[in-house]
């Protein structure tokens, strides 16, 4: 049975997807969950999150034989000649969470993805193009099954390209972080059909293997919600242009993603909205300089004063959201306190 896999995705970059993985991450750990992250973005950016410099200049040096699977493109760079994948060797973050570092090689991996996807729907010889379909999900799971992981959390990068088309084959939930702005909307709307489309390809092509040499993932990238990031009011009020696309999410949501009609007539539903977070602003660059969560850190840190409440509201609000996630994932299951 395979671990479930968590991928967040938008096709607009800058809207706080890679701080959220990286928050979550922590926060269903905190709460007993063994966590797998995995980076398929090519700039590594939630990566160099948990690692500092030093460290990803030892995981990137190509010249080391002895780290020859620590990134995941080192995994799957076999594939690119004659080879099969590699087992990865993940970084240790915390006892219940690991991490499968991503690596700016990967990008070179864009070309045959894309060669392979129509050869997948070929008469013979599907070995090949099936295992760098799906080498990503591959080396996921081969991750998950070293640490007995319960979910893998996966990052990808803000594009409809061919890295996160594989990226989302092997994806069982998507969760699609937004801001409220014309950019997101428009990418909301584009996203939805495409991953509707991504999902019956992949079925075609799966259908199209009809005895298949290994195990490979079913590709429903079944939408749980949205996430409205960095949120701020005034006067408890959203500012006039916040609230004019903030109210055209609900419905947008509904129709691009869910191909539910919605009357105009009635008010979308919001229950689609598995939060809307704040910025933290004053808190990210701390959090950053220590690597650690907004929610871990300390007066030692820095978080003293008005610090320490925003800190305490960080843990509340990503508590709920993971706790949101999980109940709509694992309808029922409880997370264990940590």
């Given at each position: 049975?395979?671990?479930?896999?968590?991928?967040?995705?938008?096709?607009?970059?800058?809207?706080?997807?890679?701080?959220?993985?990286?928050?979550?991450?922590?926060?269903?750990?905190?709460?007993?969950?063994?966590?797998?992250?995995?980076?398929?973005?090519?700039?590594?950016?939630?990566?160099?999150?948990?690692?500092?410099?030093?460290?990803?200049?030892?995981?990137?040096?190509?010249?080391?034989?002895?780290?020859?699977?620590?990134?995941?493109?080192?995994?799957?760079?076999?594939?690119?000649?004659?080879?099969?994948?590699?087992?990865?060797?993940?970084?240790?973050?915390?006892?219940?969470?690991?991490?499968?570092?991503?690596?700016?090689?990967?990008?070179?991996?864009?070309?045959?993805?894309?060669?392979?996807?129509?050869?997948?729907?070929?008469?013979?010889?599907?070995?090949?193009?099936?295992?760098?379909?799906?080498?990503?999900?591959?080396?996921?799971?081969?991750?998950?099954?070293?640490?007995?992981?319960?979910?893998?959390?996966?990052?990808?990068?803000?594009?409809?390209?061919?890295?996160?088309?594989?990226?989302?084959?092997?994806?069982?939930?998507?969760?699609?972080?937004?801001?409220a702005d014309l950019f997101s909307l428009q990418g909301l709307r584009n996203l939805?059909?495409?991953?509707?489309?991504?999902?019956?390809?992949?079925?075609?092509?799966?259908?199209?293997?009809?005895?298949?040499?290994?195990?490979?993932?079913?590709?429903?990238?079944?939408?749980?919600?949205?996430?409205?990031?960095?949120?701020?009011?005034?006067?408890?009020?959203?500012?006039?242009?916040?609230?004019?696309?903030?109210?055209?999410?609900?419905?947008?949501?509904?129709?691009?993603?869910?191909?539910?009609?919605?009357?105009?007539?009635?008010?979308?539903?919001?229950?689609?909205?598995?939060?809307?977070?704040?910025?933290?602003?004053?808190?990210?660059?701390?959090?950053?300089?220590?690597?650690?969560?907004?929610?871990?850190?300390?007066?030692?840190?820095?978080?003293?004063?008005?610090?320490?409440?925003?800190?305490?509201?960080?843990?509340?609000?990503?508590?709920?959201?993971?706790?949101?996630?999980?109940?709509?994932?694992?309808?029922?299951?409880?997370?264990?306190?940590?």
């Open positions: 049975m395979s671990v479930p896999v968590l991928t967040f995705f938008n096709s607009k970059g800058r809207v706080g997807k890679t701080s959220l993985v990286f928050h979550l991450a922590w926060m269903l750990a905190e709460m007993g969950k063994r966590v797998l992250a995995i980076d398929l973005d090519p700039q590594a950016n939630l990566t160099s999150a948990f690692l500092p410099e030093e460290d990803l200049e030892v995981l990137w040096d190509t010249d080391d034989t002895s780290r020859r699977t620590s990134t995941i493109y080192q995994c799957i760079r076999p594939l690119m000649e004659t080879g099969d994948i590699l087992v990865p060797q993940t970084q240790a973050i915390s006892s219940r969470l690991h991490l499968v570092p991503g690596d700016l090689g990967l990008a070179g991996f864009e070309d045959f993805l894309s060669q392979e996807w129509p050869n997948a729907l070929g008469s013979r010889n599907l070995y090949r193009p099936f295992r760098i379909l799906s080498s990503f999900w591959q080396v996921a799971q081969m991750a998950a099954r070293q640490h007995s992981a319960d979910i893998i959390l996966a990052d990808v990068g803000p594009n409809l390209g061919a890295i996160n088309r594989s990226a989302l084959i092997g994806t069982d939930h998507v969760v699609i972080p937004l801001a939805g059909p495409t991953l509707q489309a991504w999902r019956q390809d992949w079925k075609k092509r799966v259908d199209n293997w009809v005895a298949p040499a290994f195990a490979l993932p079913a590709g429903s990238m079944q939408p749980v919600g949205y996430i409205l990031m960095q949120h701020s009011e005034r006067l408890s009020r959203p500012v006039k242009a916040y609230g004019k696309w903030a109210d055209r999410i609900p419905s947008t949501y509904q129709q691009a993603v869910l191909s539910d009609r919605v009357s105009v007539t009635s008010k979308p539903s919001d229950d689609n909205c598995l939060a809307k977070l704040k910025h933290y602003r004053s808190l990210v660059p701390m959090a950053q300089e220590v690597r650690k969560p907004i929610f871990q850190l300390s007066t030692a840190d820095g978080a003293i004063g008005s610090h320490s409440y925003a800190v305490r509201d960080a843990r509340t609000d990503f508590a709920a959201l993971a706790a949101a996630i999980l109940e709509r994932i694992e309808p029922g299951s409880e997370p264990e306190p940590s």
